[in-house]
């Protein structure tokens, strides 16, 4: 059974940064794909950045390009989530997700999701 476990959030100020980690575990994950969405209060889970787990490809929504950078260790079966120039609209739940196969930016395309950790960014 694959199992997802995010960590990493916190509160931290505009500007700042934070790494996310997504540790993956129940096989292997050649063929796969990771995500990270995030949910606002009020607001639906949205795609935030994804990764090839074999190719490396990363896709980014517009919203977190230039600011975030998405990783894999596939040694250690990892995919961080790194967040720079924070901002206070980036405060969300922020969830781990993963697919057989290639990209996809709706939630209803993933199998398996994390609990999920609070990033909250302070103006």
């Known amino acids: 059974q694959v199992q997802l476990v995010e960590s990493g959030g916190g509160l931290v100020q505009a500007g700042g940064s934070l790494r996310l980690s997504c540790a993956a575990s129940g096989r292997t994950f050649s063929g796969y794909y990771m995500a990270w969405f995030r949910q606002a209060p009020g607001k639906e889970r949205e795609f935030v950045a994804g990764i090839s787990w074999s190719a490396g490809s990363t896709h980014y929504a517009d919203s977190v390009k230039g600011r975030f950078t998405i990783s894999r260790d596939n040694a250690k079966n990892t995919v961080y989530l790194q967040m720079d120039s924070l901002k206070p609209e980036d405060t969300a739940v922020y969830y781990c997700?993963?697919?057989?196969?290639?990209?996809?930016?709706?939630?209803?395309?993933?199998?398996?999701w994390g609990q999920g950790t609070q990033v909250t960014v302070s103006s």
């Open positions: 997700a993963i697919r057989r196969g290639y990209y996809g930016s709706s939630p209803d395309r993933y199998d398996t």
